[in-house]
């Protein structure tokens, strides 16, 4: 028994010194880089120098009072020198998983100072030394056996929770290789800027202080960046992600506890999704992602939660600090419930307000040097609902479907432009069947989308449908090249699980626009495939035939741990009659490579 207390002081003794370590290497890093040295530098410019110095600041602070914590509880003198050699050999085992721990964050960090200079590394080094110190990992026991009997497993917690779960830290670090060729404009003899490959890595770091259970504090810092692409590096200029430096993602209060009571308020920068994210969304797939400034208002019982929302989408700006539009204001209300006990049922309204219009970067080409553009001014309401299976309850038989309609004006750039009044519709169904008893759980499933297209561009009326703010990658193709405006989809989806952690898919999509004399709209839901043939007619007047091609999509993830993902897909597309009648009709391809770490 002696022994073994010996042998657990030992391992928290060699858990604290690998956390001062990591300590030790934030502060060097902090004050080798310096705050003036980094913003100066153009290859990793430090836009968020209060926020990050802050978050560095309260590792510091957390971690050394959750060793005067444990100090209080377990004090660490070990009695005699005989007695720690006595017990080294079960020390070492103790020690391994945590070595081993050490050297996974210690490639990780040296890959960041590389590829970020100091700045990425410095947080990072910061979080791990919290990481260390109250990892439950290396506990009392471990590596050796106990000799008293072992007490009843504990709840998992996150391996960068502490204080009682009272401060929590979250890390994701995710790296994907892209190739395209002909994505953008279907013509081979033109090497296009996107006919490249290029590597988005991204890099977020955010802490949730909680200080009592209805009481929450949470902060996000993100960095993202495109490199070896011969793109414009400006978020969205031609399709880039592009780079956008350490900045703010997410701040917010949360006031409320949902297990207690039933209302919750949440005020800041945050994420805001619903449904299926077919119109509000964060829109995972992309490197920069979306958040919006919001205040939020949740009301939630046993069988249906309702929310109500004011916000104002958060813009991507190159070399700034990234802020909202003031003259681009979202609301809405949305509900859901589960009283109908096969499914899941919700009903929503959203209204959109938007006064100004920054310039449309497809068809007229202009760059917008700040970066992102969320569209011309427009001024409408959609209301929809939404249906989705409850697992299991109809056996092997899974379904959902939404249904919108909109209602307002559409301007062709400013309120002070053209007006159209917007009257437009979207419905979106998918049915699947799983073969439970086979190996690999195959599952079938037809799906069909559908958005209405304006069918005449000049007589006052658009029935063209507005996507709003959409997570739009997958649902109409991994290629993105479509989003839920002016479209007919019909896909048939294939999927598999062929060992544990495992999963494989594959698509088949056949693309229609549902009116040709509007355009084809992007994975945005704003930006055009093209506006005019090469003789220079308006695509919309020509009379092209609606048939834009077919797309087949292979997908491939494996879950190595719980906390890495790896995933890989190729994509071809098959050019149609759409294209051949409005100019270059070449087939494109696009295949990627992506790995998730997450914490």
């Known amino acids: 028994m002696r022994l073994h207390t010996t042998q657990s002081r030992t391992a928290i003794t060699a858990r604290w010194a690998l956390g001062a370590t990591f300590m030790l290497q934030a502060a060097s890093l902090l004050a080798s880089n310096g705050v003036e040295t980094a913003a100066q530098s153009s290859a990793a410019p430090f836009q968020s120098a209060p926020l990050l110095l802050a978050m560095v600041a309260s590792a510091f602070g957390a971690s050394f009072a959750y060793i005067l914590y444990e100090l209080r509880k377990a004090p660490l003198g070990i009695e005699t020198a005989g007695r720690f050699f006595v017990c080294q050999q079960r020390t070492r085992q103790a020690a391994r998983p945590l070595r081993r721990r050490a050297l996974v964050y210690w490639s990780l960090l040296r890959r960041l100072h590389s590829q970020y200079s100091r700045t990425a590394a410095t947080t990072a080094s910061a979080a791990v030394a919290t990481l260390l110190l109250h990892t439950g990992s290396v506990q009392a026991g471990d590596g050796g056996k106990p000799a008293v009997q072992k007490a009843p497993k504990e709840a998992e917690t996150s391996l960068l929770t502490f204080a009682d779960g009272r401060v929590i830290f979250d890390v994701e670090e995710r790296v994907r290789f892209e190739w395209r060729e002909n994505t953008r404009d279907f013509d081979s003899s033109i090497n296009d800027d996107n006919d490249d490959a290029w590597l988005l890595n991204r890099f977020r770091l955010g802490v949730a202080i909680k200080p009592v259970s209805w009481l929450k504090l949470y902060a996000q810092t993100q960095d993202a960046r495109e490199g070896f692409s011969d793109r414009a590096n400006i978020p969205g200029v031609r399709g880039a992600e592009g780079t956008d430096a350490f900045d703010l993602r997410q701040a917010y209060i949360a006031i409320g506890d949902l297990k207690r009571a039933p209302v919750q308020f949440t005020l800041g920068r945050q994420i805001l999704g619903y449904g299926d994210n077919r119109l509000v969304g964060d829109s995972k797939w992309g490197n920069l992602g979306r958040t919006f400034d919001a205040a939020r208002l949740r009301y939630e019982t046993k069988q249906f939660w309702t929310e109500a929302f004011i916000s104002r989408p958060v813009q991507i700006k190159r070399g700034e600090f990234n802020d909202s539009d003031a003259d681009d204001n979202f609301a809405g209300l949305y509900f859901s419930t589960t009283m109908v006990p096969f499914q ?18 497809d068809p007229t080409n202009r760059v917008d040097p700040q970066g992102t553009w969320n569209g011309p001014a427009a001024d409408f309401v959609a209301v929809g609902a939404r249906v989705k299976s409850t697992p ?37 169904t998918n049915a699947g069947y799983t073969l439970k008893d086979l190996p690999w759980m195959p599952r079938v499933a037809l799906e069909y989308n559908y958005a209405t297209g304006d069918n005449d561009p000049f007589d006052g009326d658009s029935h063209s449908f507005q996507n709003l703010f959409p997570s739009n990658h997958e649902k109409y193709g991994f290629m993105d090249e479509f989003s839920w405006r002016n479209l007919h989809d019909i896909r048939v989806q294939t999927t598999a699980k062929p060992a544990k952690g495992w999963e494989v898919g594959l698509d088949y999509h056949a693309f229609f626009l549902a009116d040709t004399h509007d355009y084809w709209y992007r994975s ?29 999509d292979f ?22 009659d759409y294209l051949r009648d409005t100019g270059p009709a070449d087939d494109a391809d696009f295949g990627y490579i992506m790995a998730t770490i997450s914490y």
């Open 344 to 361: 899941t049922t919700d009903a929503y309204v959203f209204y959109r307000n938007k006064d100004d219009n920054q310039p449309d970067l």
């Open 392 to 428: 299991d309850k109809l056996g092997n038989w899974d379904y959902t479907g939404e249904f919108a309609i909109e209602s307002g004006d559409v301007y062709q750039t400013d309120k002070n432009s053209a007006r159209q009044n917007l009257l437009a519709f979207a419905t979106h």
């Open 524 to 552: 945005n839901g704003f930006s055009t495939l093209r506006t005019r043939t090469p003789d220079g007619l308006d695509v919309r007047t020509i009379g092209a035939r609606p048939f834009a091609g077919h797309e087949v």
């Open 555 to 576: 997908t491939v993830g494996y879950e190595w741990r719980k906390n890495v993902k790896l995933q890989a897909g190729y994509s071809h597309f098959f050019a149609g």
